[in-house]
């Protein structure tokens, strides 16, 4: 069965950047595609960004130049930092499996339990 | 970006009942909506993908329907472990874009 984790700090000072780490189980990241999304205090969440197995990525415009997904194939991981960190950022971030087909990836379906990560002084 | 707008943002529901949920897009998505439960602490959970396609496992009391801008998810006979809250999802432009939520109750 195909497991996700996340792990990473749960606290990250306004300015710099936030890195996380998600171990994928049960799975070769090398097939389909890895996201990251993330859910905000009061419950909105959004769709952050995704690498393929090929390893090409693809970002949500919002986050502009800010973000960045890497994988270790070696280890079954992929990353996701995400550079000068405001409070806005506060949020738990989800990794997700996202299938795929002919016409591209659809949805997430496995997913990971989520990290806690607070952007505070 | 294509706007989501689910509602209600709550319900309340007596075990027995049947619920449903609406989410209507800013532009046609083609049928590519996903619907999730999650419940407090825990990873969401795919129910639904491509509008009405059940995920093996899921019990056939939840179903979705609709098309061009207007979907809908529902529970025939809500029972106590359907409580949780409930999003969707489409994956028919990027940037993806989720609905607002609906958190289920018990009455």
């Known amino acids: 069965e195909v497991q996700l984790q996340e792990s990473g700090p749960g606290l990250v000072k306004p300015s710099q950047s936030l890195s996380l780490t998600c171990s994928v189980t049960g799975y070769s990241i090398t097939s389909n595609y890895w996201g990251w999304i993330r859910k905000f205090p009061g419950n909105k969440m959004e769709w952050m960004g995704y690498i393929s197995y090929s390893g090409s990525t693809s970002y949500n415009p919002s986050l502009k130049s800010r973000i960045s997904i890497t994988r270790d194939t070696s280890k079954n991981q992929f990353f996701l930092q995400l550079n000068s960190v405001t409070t806005e950022d506060t949020a738990t971030y989800y990794c997700a499996r996202v299938p795929f087909n002919w016409a591209g990836p659809y949805y997430f379906d496995y997913w990971g339990q989520g990290v806690m990560v607070t952007v505070s002084s | 970006d294509i706007q989501m707008t689910q509602s209600p943002p709550s319900l309340s529901a007596s075990l027995g009942d049947k619920v449903t949920i609406t989410c209507q897009a800013s532009?046609?998505?083609?049928?590519?909506i996903a619907w999730y439960q999650q419940k407090p602490g825990k990873a969401p959970g795919l129910l639904i993908g491509?509008?009405?396609r059940l995920v093996s496992g899921i019990p056939s009391r939840f179903s979705g329907s609709g098309s061009g801008r207007d979907y809908s998810f529902s529970i025939s006979n809500v029972e106590s472990e359907d409580i949780a809250s409930y999003y969707c999802?489409?994956?028919?432009?990027?940037?993806?874009?989720f609905g607002g939520g609906t958190k289920l109750e018990l009455k």
């Open positions: 532009q046609n998505i083609n049928k590519y």
């Open positions: 491509y509008t009405s």
């Open positions: 999802l489409q994956y028919d432009n990027s940037p993806w874009t």
